[in-house]
C-alpha cells in the first residue's frame, strides 16, 4: 500500500468537483470506525475564504516557497498572486493536473520526502500536512529531509492540531486506546472513502506543540509559535539551528 493508493477517493472527489461541480463530501474512516466527513469544496477555496491561521502562514512564507502536499493550489496561486516564486508537491496526481489547469506554474507530482530540491526558503505545510508523515518516526525523517530543500536560514511554515483538546468522548477514548498499545495518542489510523470508492487504511499525524518541539530539539530546529487557538490549532515557524 502506498499513499498514492490512499488518496485515490479524493482524488476521485476533486475531479468530479472540478469538473462537474458535484460537492460529495469525502468521508473519512477511523480504525474504530468513527466516521466524519470532508468537504471537497473547500480545497478551491481564495483567499476571501482563508482562515485567520492560513492567512498567518501565508504572511509568514518568505523568498522561494515549496508547498508540500498543496491540494489543488489554494495557498500557491494566492502566494503566485502576491509575486512569489512558488513550486507545488502534491502526491495525487489528479489534484496535480487541477492545479496545473488552475493556473499553477510549477508543480511536482511526488509524496513529501521525494522531493528533494534544494534552493528554497519556506517550506510551506498547511492544512495539517505535515500529518503526511504518518508517524513520529516520519516527522523525525522529514525535519533531517526538510535540511536538504532548504537553504541553511530557511524556515518550515506548519500547522497542526494538539487533539487533546477535545471533550468529545470518542475521540478522548482512542487516544487512550492508543496510548495504551503503546502508540502515540496523535498516530491515527483512517481511510477515505467517496460513493463506491474505498481506499485503504494509512497514517495520519496530530502532532501537539511540545512532541513537535522535543523533535525539533533533536534535528536541530528552533520553534516559535505564530498562532494558536482554544481549539488547540496552532502553526508553527521552525527555523535552522
Sequence with gaps: MTM????????????????????????????????????????????????????????AC??????????????????????????????NPTACEIMKKRGVKKVHCKDLFEFNETGYDTILLFGRSIGNVQI???????????????????????????????SNQIHLNYQQKSIEMGRYFGEIVVRFEYKDIIGPNFGLLHVDPDTLNKYC????????????????????????K
Excluded at 468537504?39 to 481564495?46: G, N
Aim: net charge negative; proline share 1%.
Design 217 to 240: 530539539e533533536e534535528t536541530g530546529w528552533n520553534s516559535k509559535f505564530l498562532y494558536s487557538d482554544e481549539q488547540g490549532n496552532y502553526l508553527m515557524q521552525l527555523t535552522q
Design 136 to 166: 513520529l518516526d516520519g516527522l523525525k525523517t522529514f525535519l533531517l529531509h526538510a535540511k536538504i530543500i532548504l537553504n541553511k536560514d530557511g524556515q518550515i511554515i506548519l500547522d497542526s492540531v494538539d487533539i487533546r483538546k477535545t
Design 4 to 59: 498514492r493508493t490512499a488518496m485515490d477517493p479524493y482524488g476521485h472527489a476533486l475531479n468530479d468537483f472540478y469538473y462537474g461541480g458535484e460537492d460529495v463530501p469525502v468521508i473519512i474512516v477511523r480504525d474504530d470506525s468513527y466516521r466524519d466527513e470532508m468537504s471537497v469544496k473547500q480545497y478551491f477555496r481564495t483567499r476571501e475564504k482563508f482562515s485567520n491561521i492560513e492567512k498567518e502562514a501565508i504572511k
Design 62 to 91: 518568505k523568498g522561494k516557497v515549496v508547498d508540500l502536499s498543496a491540494g489543488v493550489g489554494a495557498d500557491c496561486l494566492d502566494l503566485q498572486n502576491r509575486g512569489f516564486d512558488v513550486t507545488a508537491v502534491e502526491i
